[in-house]
């Protein structure tokens, strides 16, 4: 079933210069670029992605690295995006993610940990039409 998702490549992957590299799995897995844009994002656009985790404690550093330099956002199209995505990216602590994984082989920690992939359907729409307003 070919679906879409959202892929955020965060400040860390475009500071570390690791952009190509990630892309570069992602594009060999088969999924297939429909758009994308480099960015450096506000602080109201962090609140409005990352919406359920506002409140919780994590957040405010979380905010304060997404929003600290340019990232790339992206929307990717193909068999089963979302969970080809998920497994592509590994577990969010970077430290404890499988080799081979995108966050087990680069990533540094828990909170620099490169990428940021929808986890749903619902939460892809969701996103798409936040960072991609006009993609139809």
């Known amino acids: 079933m070919s679906q879409?998702?959202?892929v955020l490549l965060k400040?860390?992957?475009v500071g570390r210069g690791l952009v190509g590299e990630v892309l570069g799995r992602f594009e060999a897995k088969g999924l297939r670029i429909v758009a994308m844009d480099l960015r450096t994002i506000d602080g109201e656009l962090a609140d409005q992605h990352y919406a359920e985790h506002v409140d919780k404690a994590f957040y405010p550093p979380l905010r304060d690295f997404v929003t600290s330099g340019p990232l790339v956002a992206l929307v990717l199209e193909g068999d089963?995006?979302?969970e080809v995505v998920r497994a592509l990216n590994g577990a969010t602590d970077g430290r404890k993610a499988a080799p081979g994984t995108i966050r087990g082989d680069l990533s540094l920690s828990n909170r620099e940990n490169l990428?940021?992939?929808s986890d749903s359907?619902?939460?892809a729409s969701r996103e798409i039409k936040i960072w991609f307003p006009d993609l139809p």
């Open 4 to 6: 879409r998702t959202l």
């Open 121 to 123: 359907e619902e939460s």
């Open 80 to 82: 089963e995006a979302i």
């Open 115 to 117: 990428v940021h992939g």
């Open 11 to 13: 400040p860390d992957t």
